[in-house]
């Protein structure tokens, strides 16, 4: 990835991260290519749509990251729970799930929390696919575990069982995307369902939709297995289709006695999981008097408005100052993320951060706004990270503030 230069750029409608290539770089893709070709003129389920620009001479992918944050930046200032897991794993089995579907092989995946985006609230992930390049560092299945049990939730037992199995079984040389699938069928008890979309590209329209019911769970009935022919529009009779259903049933039904010895012995395992949890979280975390006031100041973020030392003061009288009473501080209009909610469609769900370190110095970023962040007068750019001092104006998206002491 160093010969990769990332930047972020925003136009009136959308926000974009964009990768260009060293012209000296090996891992330059050919525009020629059938990845690249199949990329471009399809709308892939779980991969981000981009685009291909010359600008100096060199190849720039623009990749749409509208509305989106990086999962680095989701989880920033808060921990991966097991619900958030299970969402990410899911998503990345149905975009790999979807490009078997065109022939696009997984190398070229950048499986890295900076580089894997989704909405904030439902955690839908869409994957970054470098067409036509190999072998990338950040493409390891066990190296994106290592990143989210780093962001683990350390007093969730059952997401830490299911993080660590997953990592285990990433770290197998022979590992494939049903062995992952394997885990969290037996892990959860919800059936799932995922939803593959294949664009038209003669006429730029969004095809058929296949739901694809993943087997989870020891009670399930039976399985409906998924037809691939029904992606190019191919209809089949109802007869054939029952036909099959009761076809693939007998056959569930004959394994569902040797999977019951496998159930068993995952269960042991998860057991040993746990305990190994219980073991070395009583051995290596303490209860100490000093802990337990940690743990209390954690509440304190949550101060009266009044208590506020810092203010965003409206220079619109019908709009509310904004009262900072911690840092970081998060603006925008996502409840439960933000800090404070400005209740405009001009404004985006995650818009601005304003931190302060020890030496009570200010900085703001612009969080991937669509109508952006300025200061002072200034366009910061996507992603931007500026110095704030007393007194400067900071405009979100239309609304004006000055950032004073209370």
């Known amino acids: ?95 790999i799930s979807n490009m078997d579907r065109f022939l696009l092989g997984s190398d070229g995946l950048l499986l890295n ?21 190999k072998d990338m560092s950040t493409g390891k299945l ?40 394997n885990i969290m069928n037996k892990y959860n008890n919800i059936k799932k369902e995922t939803v593959l979309r294949v664009a038209d590209a003669n006429q730029g329209k969004e095809g058929r939709y296949e739901k694809v019911e993943l087997l989870e769970g020891k009670k399930q009935d039976k399985a409906e297995l ?14 054939e289709i029952k036909s099959k259903m009761q076809k693939d049933k007998k056959i569930y039904k004959a394994k569902k006695r040797e999977e019951i010895a496998s159930d068993e012995e995952y269960d042991e395992e998860k057991n040993e999981w746990s305990k190994l949890f ?27 408005e009044n208590k506020a030392d810092y203010i965003l003061k409206s220079s619109d009288r019908s709009v509310e100052d904004i009262k900072l009473s911690y840092f970081p501080f998060i603006i925008g209009k996502q ?41 002072e007068g200034r366009l910061l750019d996507n992603e931007e990270v500026a110095e704030l001092s007393i007194g400067n104006e900071v405009e979100i998206a239309n609304l004006r503030y000055v950032f004073a002491k209370v």
């Not at 929390?113 to 390049?133: F, G, Q």
């Not at 404070?340 to 818009?351: F, G, N, T």
């Not at 931190?355 to 009570?360: A, L, N, T």
Request: with cysteine.
């Open 1 to 95: 990835m160093n010969q990769l230069k990332i930047e972020y750029k925003r136009d009136l409608k959308s926000n974009y991260m964009l990768i260009s290539f060293d012209n000296k770089s090996e891992e330059k893709p050919d525009t020629d290519e059938y990845e690249f070709k199949m990329l471009e003129n399809n709308y892939i389920s779980g991969l981000m749509k981009f685009r291909l620009s010359k600008e100096d001479e060199k190849d720039v992918l623009y990749y749409d990251i509208t509305s989106r944050q990086a999962l680095s930046k989701i989880f920033e200032h808060k921990q991966i729970g097991l619900e958030d897991i299970k969402k990410i794993v899911f998503g990345i089995i149905r975009a």
């Open 113 to 133: 929390t900076d580089y894997i985006y989704a909405d904030p609230e439902s955690l839908d992930l869409v994957l970054c696919y470098l067409p036509c390049v």
């Open 142 to 181: 066990s190296d994106l575990f290592a990143q989210i049990l780093s962001k683990l939730n350390q007093n969730d037992h059952d997401g830490v069982v299911l993080a660590y199995s997953l990592y285990q079984e990433s770290l197998k040389d022979n590992c494939v995307l049903d062995d992952l699938l």
């Open 226 to 239: 998924f037809n691939i022919k029904s992606l190019f529009g191919m209809k089949k009779e109802k007869v």
């Open 278 to 304: 219980k073991d070395s979280e009583n051995v290596e975390r303490r209860d100490t008097d000093e802990e337990k006031e940690y743990r209390h100041t954690v509440l304190l973020s949550e101060q009266p």
């Open 335 to 375: 409840e439960r993320i933000c800090d404070y909610i400005i209740k405009s469609d001009m404004v985006s769900r995650l818009h601005l951060r304003i931190d302060k370190d020890r030496g009570e110095k200010f900085s703001i970023r612009d969080l991937n706004s669509l109508n952006g962040t300025k200061l």
